[in-house]
């Protein structure tokens, strides 16, 4: 069965309502892209096209398992109703001011990047014990 998205030409737009990570970018809210995937209640649709898809999405139905029995009840969830928004409202940001942050070029921390463990020596690959060696220990007077 073909999803709305496919029986349209219309290319899916949304308005991203919180930080989202799209491969291979890190979408602040706020930018509309074009976006084929499932989507969520992350995304405000801007067309008929993402309206259709998130209708589809929120409507999804799944067989509800007995969580007991671990067999089918016959009925049916909508996974993604819940996550529905009323009503989009912008978001509200509030700033924070940052204390401290780790420095990468800190030459007083005591942890080693993995570059410079493995650009570390190895003294020897031989993980055998060294050879018993018998000594005569002095004797006592």
């Known amino acids: 069965m073909p999803t709305p998205v496919q029986q349209t030409t219309q290319v899916p737009e949304y308005m991203v309502l ?5 491969a291979p970018n890190l979408v602040e809210p706020g930018a509309v892209i074009r976006y084929k995937g499932p989507p969520g209640n992350h995304l405000r649709p801007l067309n008929a096209a993402a309206e259709a898809e998130m209708e ?3 409507s999804h ?13 016959g009925a049916m ?20 001011e940052v204390l ?6 800190d030459s007083s921390s005591d ?8 650009g570390a020596s190895r003294k020897s690959t031989n993980q055998r ?3 018993v060696i018998d000594i005569p220990l002095p004797k006592a007077e």
């Open 18 to 22: 919180t930080r989202s990570f799209f």
């Open 56 to 58: 589809a999405w929120y």
């Open 61 to 73: 139905e799944v067989p509800e398992v007995d969580p007991l029995t671990k067999k089918l009840t």
């Open 77 to 96: 969830l909508k996974p993604h109703d819940g996550f529905r928004r009323r009503e989009y409202t912008e978001i509200e940001l509030h700033e924070a």
């Open 100 to 105: 401290s942050e780790p420095q990468p070029d």
């Open 111 to 118: 942890i080693q990047t993995l570059a410079e463990i493995m």
């Open 129 to 131: 014990p060294g050879p």
